[in-house]
Nanobody
């Protein structure tokens, strides 16, 4: 029942920007922290960014810090990842995620492919 509707993936030029967004439906979004993961071809899924629902604490992987920005808009049940100064090594499938520290299931997007030209 609970799911995300995704938008924003695609082909991007080196140094370009893209904004990924996921809109939640079927679950209470505003009580959950949000995270973005990515999985490059042949590699494991890794955490890119997270945003706490409790205190607003933000985490970025070293590889994206200073270039990516995670945000949320609870009025729209939407989480976003603004990606700037993109590099070929950013090429991956990106996944949005919502979690609850008090327990219960996590919710995942199906994944958005981002390909950055070399």
């Amino acid at each position: 029942q609970g799911k995300f509707v995704e938008s924003g993936g695609g082909f991007v030029e080196f140094g370009g920007s893209v904004r990924l967004s996921c809109t939640a439906s079927g679950f209470q979004f505003n009580v959950r922290g949000v995270r973005w993961f990515r999985q490059a071809p042949g590699e494991e899924r890794v955490l890119v960014a997270s945003l706490s629902v409790i205190d607003g604490r933000v985490y970025y992987a070293d590889s994206v810090a200073g270039r990516f920005t995670i945000s949320r808009d609870d009025a729209k049940n939407t989480m976003s990842l603004q990606m700037n100064s993109l590099k070929p090594e950013d090429t991956a499938v990106y996944f949005c995620n919502a979690f609850h520290l008090g327990g219960g299931p996590e919710y995942w997007g199906l994944g958005m492919q981002v390909i950055v030209s070399s």
